[in-house]
């Protein structure tokens, strides 16, 4: 049964203040005020029509709040996901088809991320004109630039490259 | 040709290491058994920064080879100037030389720019990232005056912007070394570096301080640094510990009389004239290394049967 429906989840009823979407994708279990940052790693900025629904800070009971982010008719690839995880670690990825989830899972870390964020390091090579895409590896604790090596493990939602 | 790249110490083993300064060792013993073997062989020299030694002692080593070099000059006569991208300077000089030589004030450069070649490519250095040619000739100097193993030695000066100093630290993990570093807070070693050192040597071995002065008599070799006065932002804070990094006569003697002074050069006033003609001097002849250990690093690139990494094709 899918989170919309399954009264058995303590968040349900606060799921229902945001729309039920018919068909695409339900993020849920997004850490408290990162749902913005999860529609800037989707680069969805809401300038192509795309239909979002938002819950910020919403009672949870695995979290105090949580951040859920609905996008219909989209459903995220795997490469999205990973990508996510960066930021919503905890995050729950529901594929939902008319109404039902037919996929739910986890995200899982990627060993690299590449394109998806800036180097804070103004001395690296990538925050100059060069024809490179940016590529982090993926720590335990944050990410590192894989041209200088800078390590970041606070603020990574600061570096998405929108 | 093999198409090995050398952009960080951090890419090579205790083998690696050994296999380069042997034949740097074989070359300085005898440059005769390597004159000429690279005849026709063209270096390019991309030199986005200034460079005395480490320039000219790659010019010296491709023509004691039998090779030559293309240099693309100053970056104000170049391409560069016109906003020609690092990417497109090093597509174009693939094309006329057999191997390249990148210095660049950007980290990362090297790693961006082999990225666009297929010849090999050598970092001679990135900003304020790493310097591994630097280091196989410091290495050199290193075991030629005090061994690699059972090695303690003190790295003093800039360590937060010191390329030289992050590429030494990384080489150096590969040896039964104890590493102590000295400098002011505001230049301690970067954290990354702090952190790749402990993932390779559990962090033991590894120490900060921020004097000189109680760790001087157990040090095998001191590695000074420049500290660079533009960095701070307050000269009265370059004031206030310049003078806690200078080294002179007075300064070594609570050191062991075999205690080796190593400096990347140029020097300011780091260390005192005097110490020149003193037997912990190793500055100078650290320069003069520079040539057969490069010598040895474009021979083992350049030969079809050798390779930095040795008979492996790691």
């Not at chain 1, 606060?14 to 729309?19: A, G």
């Not at chain 2, 198409?3 to 074989?26: F, M």
């Amino acid at each position: 049964m899918s989170d919309e429906h399954d009264h058995h989840d303590g968040d349900a009823d606060h799921e229902l203040r945001v729309s039920k979407i018919r068909d695409g994708t339900v993020i849920d279990h997004v850490r408290g005020g990162q749902a913005l940052n999860v529609l800037a790693i989707l680069g969805i900025d809401g300038t192509n029509g795309e239909e979002v629904s938002v819950g910020m800070n919403v009672p949870s009971d695995r979290f105090a709040r949580k951040d859920i982010v609905k996008v219909e008719g989209r459903e995220l690839s795997q490469d999205e996901v990973d990508v996510l995880s960066l930021i919503a670690p905890d995050a729950t990825i529901n594929i939902v088809r008319d109404y039902d989830v037919v996929e739910k899972h986890r995200v899982e870390r990627p060993d690299v991320v590449e394109g998806v964020l800036s180097c804070p390091n103004a001395g690296c090579i990538t925050t100059g004109d060069e024809p490179v895409t940016s590529r982090f590896s993926v720590l335990e604790d944050g990410v590192r630039c894989s041209y200088c090596e800078t390590i970041v493990r606070e603020e990574i939602a600061s570096l998405i490259d929108t | 040709m093999r198409h090995d790249h050398l952009i960080t110490s951090k890419q090579l083993s205790r083998g690696n290491i050994e296999n380069i300064l042997d034949h740097a060792a074989e070359i300085d013993d005898d440059p005769s058994t390597v004159a000429g073997r690279h005849a026709e062989t063209l270096l390019g020299l991309l030199f986005f920064e200034p460079s005395t030694r480490t320039k000219m002692s790659f010019e010296t080593a491709m023509k004691r080879l039998g090779g030559d070099v293309v240099d693309m000059g100053p970056v104000d006569s170049s391409s560069v100037k016109k906003g020609e991208t690092l990417a497109d300077t090093v597509r174009v000089i693939e094309g006329y030389a057999d191997a390249l030589v990148v210095r660049h004030p950007k980290q990362g450069a090297a790693t961006m720019a082999s990225e666009f070649v297929d010849v090999p490519l050598l970092n001679a250095g990135d900003g304020a990232g790493h310097h591994p040619t630097q280091t196989m000739l410091d290495l050199y100097t290193i075991r030629e005056n005090a061994g690699l193993d059972d090695l303690t030695i003190g790295i003093m000066g800039d360590l937060k912007y010191g390329r030289t100093v992050h590429s030494l630290a990384y080489a150096l993990t590969n040896f039964d070394t104890r590493q102590h570093f000295i400098s002011p807070e505001s230049l301690q070693l970067p954290r990354e570096v702090v952190y790749d050192l402990h993932q390779q040597q559990d962090g033991a071995g590894i120490r900060e301080h921020d004097s000189l002065e109680a760790i001087l008599p157990s040090l095998d070799v001191l590695y000074v640094t420049r500290i660079q006065r533009e960095r701070f932002p307050d000269e009265n804070e370059y004031q206030k510990i310049a003078g806690e990094y200078q080294i002179d006569a007075d300064t070594l003697e609570a050191a062991s009389d075999d205690l080796t002074v190593m400096h990347p050069l140029p020097r300011v006033d780091e260390i005192a004239p005097e110490i020149d003609e003193t037997d912990h001097a190793a500055y100078f002849e650290q320069a003069h290394n520079g040539v057969p250990v490069r010598m040895a690093l474009l021979d083992l690139l350049l030969s079809d049967d050798k390779g930095i990494w040795g008979d492996s094709d790691e």
